[in-house]
Structures are given as structure tokens and as C-alpha cells.
């Protein structure tokens, strides 16, 4: 993209595709490159110096900067309206980096009651071990978050729509709870996408991503990203990456790039495809509950129409047979592939129970509305009659 176009006003579709590469193209290339390289030659030992002390712009080293991967970093961070993004190895580098990067010794940390296993694992029994404490609470409820703030709490920790339940949180709620106190608010914004929901816009401080979901979008690499909304942030987000190793290699950048370039074709037709899955359970007599925020009976409909452009492609079930039928179901899916993670061009089908929240206890899943008979989708861009006629025929095999 050329530099004259980057306070060019365009649509979010358009974004996607036009925002992040090199400014000006070296050999008039239409792809951003893949620098493969670890470190970069300085001009003079004169400007060599002047990189590492921050006068003079330039990269150094492929850990601390390298171009493919600052052009994934401009691409996200604009689709988010941000101020800065920073690339890492995985989504739970990004969470680390948040986590450990922003908070020390005596802090406490605020954390919804539904989040990613580990996120929720990191939070209870790896930051005690560094002097954080830590309480969750229902981030639905902007009361009960208003009661359980304390005066050292310094960073509130909320997905929404969270892992695996769908819970909506009231961002702008949120917003107000935290300014008012001097406190950071960090969203992780996995589910929804820039697509469909921007944080920051809302008065979040700063929004994680897993880009090996739905920006990637073809579970075929895994990457982070921590985009903020003030340099200050940003400096000791960067600091902690850069020091402790967390960054992303330039091949990861390039590949993650290319599925964004596709982000709005892919997020629109996938939960348009869900849905019409979640029509369809609803009606199922095998199936005893939906959870989708498309629903009009789902707790955060409302909430979910506010502050999003879509509901998404995520939803979760429960089936008649508790856990027996949700594996018998699972068992005998054919165009749900039977696997963790989400947000590929393929649908997915997954038991939180027993995979992606199985390192919590049994009560610790039933505090955050995870039974033993949900099931998760994530729903893909297939022909939506070949997902429903797939999900039917499993379903018809459960007594």
C-alpha cells in the first residue's frame, strides 16, 4: 500500500485488504514479501547506534522487528482501530504478554468468569507464583464487576462472546467501571473479529487476539496479537515481548496476512451459516438447548446487537443423553471435523468438558456454564444444507 493511502477512508472489507504492507513497494510487488531473515545490515555504524537508541527508524533484529511481520502488526491494528499492534508467537504469548507485561507484585487482576482454559489456568495458578492475585467474576453483571474491583485492582480481563458459553459482555459498561477507576480494560476479541466487533472503539484499552482463528482462518498456523490504544501501553507490551521472546517469525506473519486479506468474505458466509444452525438446533428434539447470540431468548441478545455488527460463527449445544450422546453425536459427524480451535473455512465440533477446558475441575467448569453435555461449533463456510444435514443425521442416531 502506498503511503498517500493510509488516511484514505475506506470500509472495513476494503481494509482487510488494502491496509499493512511496505508503504512503498520495492519491485512493484502486489503481495508483501517474506523477509526471512534474522538480522538487518546497518548503512554506518553511525545509524546502527541510532536504530538501537530509537532516533533513526530501521530494523535490527527479526525478534525486535522485522517488515512482514509490521505489516501484519499495521493491518490488525487498523482493522481495530488502534493505535499499535504488536505480533507474537501464539494467542497465549499475546496473553502473556498482557498479563505479565502490565501487571506486578501486589496487583490484582479483575478476570471474567468464562474464558479460554488456559487463560483461566494461567490466571488462578500461574500469576499467584509472581505475587498477582486475581478474582473472577460474571463480567455480564457490570454490578457485581463494580463490587468486586478493589484498590489495587489494576486490569480487568474479559472475551466476549466468551469461550465456550457465548456470554456477552457490555463493553461500553465495562468502559465506564474501569476509567473512572484508573483501571485497564483488555478484551479478548478472539471470537468476534474486528469484523463483527472493535473494542478499543468501546473504551477498551487494549484487545488480544488468537490470529490463528478467524484472521488466519485456515488452521494452518498459530500467532497472536495485542493491539493498545496508548504509546505507553505499547512501549511495555513491546518491552516484555522483546525480551522475553515471545515475537512472530516472518513466515507465520505472511501466511496470517494472506487469510486476512479474506476476513470478511470468510466471517460473513460462516455466521450466516451458523444462524441457520442455531434456527435449526433450536427446533431439534434431540437437542435441549442453543447457545448462540443470534437467539432472541440468548441473556446478551441485546447487548450482542449494540456493540456488534453480527453474531458470529461460534455456538454451543447441549444434547438429550448428557455426555453419552454428545460423543455419540460427535462420533458421527461427517463434515464437522472432530478437533480444538476454531474460526477455519471448516466447521469443527469440539467437548469443552473433556478438551479445551479440561484442565479446570469439574466445578470450576460448572461455575462458568460448561456442563458435561455441551458441545461447541465452530461453524465454517460449507454449504450450510450439507452442515444441517449432517448435524441431523447424528443427531437421529442418539436413543
Not at 449445544?317 to 476454531?342: D, E
Request: glycine share 10%; charged share 20%.
Amino acid at each position: 500500500m502506498q503511503d498517500r493511502e493510509k488516511d484514505v477512508s475506506m470500509g472495513r472489507a476494503t481494509a482487510a485488504i488494502h491496509r499493512g504492507g511496505l508503504g512503498t513497494p520495492i519491485y512493484g510487488e502486489v503481495s508483501v514479501p517474506i523477509f526471512q531473515t534474522s538480522t538487518f545490515g546497518f548503512p554506518s555504524a553511525e545509524a546502527g547506534a541510532a536504530r538501537f537508541t530509537g532516533a533513526e527508524p530501521g530494523f535490527i533484529y527479526t525478534r525486535m522487528g522485522n517488515p512482514t511481520v509490521h505489516a501484519l502488526e499495521e493491518a490488525v491494528t487498523a482493522l481495530e482501530q488502534g493505535a499499535a499492534g504488536h505480533a507474537t508467537a501464539t494467542g497465549m504469548a499475546a496473553i502473556a504478554a498482557v498479563l505479565l507485561g502490565l501487571l506486578g507484585q501486589g496487583d490484582h487482576l479483575l478476570a471474567g468468569d468464562c474464558l479460554y482454559g488456559p487463560t483461566h489456568t494461567v490466571i488462578d495458578r500461574e500469576l499467584p507464583r509472581f505475587g498477582i492475585s486475581a478474582t473472577f467474576v460474571d463480567t455480564a453483571d457490570p454490578a457485581r464487576v463494580a463490587e468486586a474491583l478493589q484498590p489495587n485492582t489494576r486490569l480487568l480481563f474479559v472475551e466476549t462472546p466468551a469461550n465456550p458459553t457465548l456470554k456477552i459482555t457490555d463493553l461500553a459498561a465495562m468502559a465506564r467501571l474501569t476509567r473512572e477507576r484508573g483501571i485497564l480494560l483488555a478484551v479478548d476479541n478472539t471470537f468476534a473479529t474486528p469484523r463483527l466487533q472493535r473494542p478499543l472503539t468501546l473504551g477498551a484499552d487494549l484487545v488480544v487476539h488468537s490470529l490463528t482463528k478467524y484472521l488466519n482462518g485456515h488452521s494452518d498456523v498459530l500467532g497472536g496479537m495485542v493491539i493498545v490504544n496508548q504509546v505507553e501501553i505499547s512501549k511495555k507490551i513491546r518491552r516484555f515481548l522483546n525480551l522475553f521472546g515471545g515475537t512472530m517469525d516472518p513466515h507465520q506473519a505472511w501466511l496470517i496476512l494472506r487469510g486476512v486479506r479474506t476476513l470478511a468474505l470468510r466471517v460473513d458466509k460462516a455466521q450466516a451459516n451458523a444462524q441457520k444452525i442455531a434456527d435449526f438446533l433450536e427446533q431439534h428434539p434431540r437437542v435441549e438447548w442453543v447457545r448462540y447470540p443470534g437467539l432472541s431468548h440468548h441473556p446478551g441478545h441485546d447487548v450482542a446487537r449494540k456493540q456488534m455488527d453480527g453474531f458470529g460463527a461460534m455456538l454451543c449445544f447441549g444434547v438429550k443423553g448428557g455426555l453419552a450422546g454428545g460423543r455419540m453425536l460427535m462420533n458421527h459427524l461427517r463434515f464437522f471435523t472432530l478437533a480444538v480451535s476454531l474460526g477455519g473455512v471448516e466447521s469443527l465440533v469440539q467437548h469443552p468438558a473433556s478438551m479445551t477446558h479440561a484442565g479446570l475441575s469439574r466445578e470450576e467448569r460448572l461455575a462458568e456454564g460448561i456442563s458435561d453435555e455441551m458441545v461447541r461449533l465452530s461453524v465454517g463456510c460449507e454449504d450450510v444444507e450439507d452442515l444441517i444435514a449432517d448435524l441431523d443425521q447424528a443427531l437421529q442416531g442418539i436413543p
